[in-house]
């Protein structure tokens, strides 16, 4: 007598991304990430998923500039992404112990459509090419206007969740825009000045977008719960 939803794989993902998918989600139980309750096979071989039924709006009519939200809205939307990836992102404690084994997640694929807004807050879905942070990379899946543009090749980090949430921002902030010319992130380029689109922007607000937006990842928050503890403190004064 629950509303469930019903997630049916693309047969070229199949058993790979429900394992992904379901093994992240396992160990994540947090309010604003989307619970996952089965998984199994249809009679005709396709994979599935039983997840809760989140009862909300995609992110992306509003970072489409369509809808809007008023700024302490919108960031509240990013201090409830950066809560749940401060949750299943690693420990940076534990990480300074050589002989800690940390399980930390990266979710790789933060975008509008994996964001529902509901009435308790945003919801991040789809963690079917989630991967353990330290994992090699082994293919460039993700969304490109995503992604840092000096993501490192080699490994996955957690330096890819937490610019895709600075880019949701941005875009959720300046009416759709993105922080970089033709939503193509590149090394060799500065982060459009947010107050050129929003003059009238929060100017805390817009020093940190400059920073989470940053090419260079010295120049991003190195954690979650860095970006998180900056943005709390630029929401209560708006």
Not at 22 to 47: C, D, Q
Not at 77 to 93: G, I, Q
Not at 99 to 117: E, S, W, Y
Not at 175 to 196: C, F, K, N, S, W
Request: charged letters at 25%; proline letters at 7%; hydrophobic letters at 40%.
């Amino acid at each position: 007598d629950e509303e469930r939803a019903l997630k049916i794989f693309d047969s070229a993902a199949g058993y790979e991304a429900v394992r992904r998918e379901i093994g992240a989600l396992r160990k994540i139980n947090h309010p604003n990430v989307v619970k996952v309750y089965w998984a199994g096979k249809t009679s005709v071989g396709g994979w599935y998923l039983i997840t809760e039924f989140v009862d909300g709006e995609s992110l992306n009519e509003f970072v489409r500039g369509e809808r809007r939200l008023r700024d302490r809205e919108a960031a509240d939307v990013a201090l409830d992404l950066l809560d749940a990836l401060a949750a299943f992102h690693p420990d940076p404690a534990r990480l300074e112990d050589l002989g800690a084994q940390d399980n930390g997640l990266v979710h790789r694929d933060i975008k509008p459509h994996n964001v529902i807004l509901t009435r308790t807050g945003a919801k991040l879905l789809d963690f079917n090419i989630a991967s353990r942070v330290g994992d090699p990379v082994r293919t460039q899946s993700g969304t490109p206007p995503y992604q840092p543009p000096d993501a490192d090749l080699s490994r996955w980090d957690v330096s890819t969740d937490l610019f895709a949430v600075g880019v949701l921002l941005y875009q959720l902030l300046c009416d759709g825009r993105h922080p970089y010319l033709y939503e193509m992130p590149m090394p060799d380029q500065a982060v459009i000045d947010p107050r050129t689109v929003r003059p009238d922007l929060d100017p805390g607000l817009a020093e940190f977008l400059i920073k989470a937006c940053a090419p260079a990842n010295a120049d991003r928050f190195a954690t979650a719960a860095e970006m998180l503890t900056a943005l709390r403190g630029v929401r209560s004064n708006l």
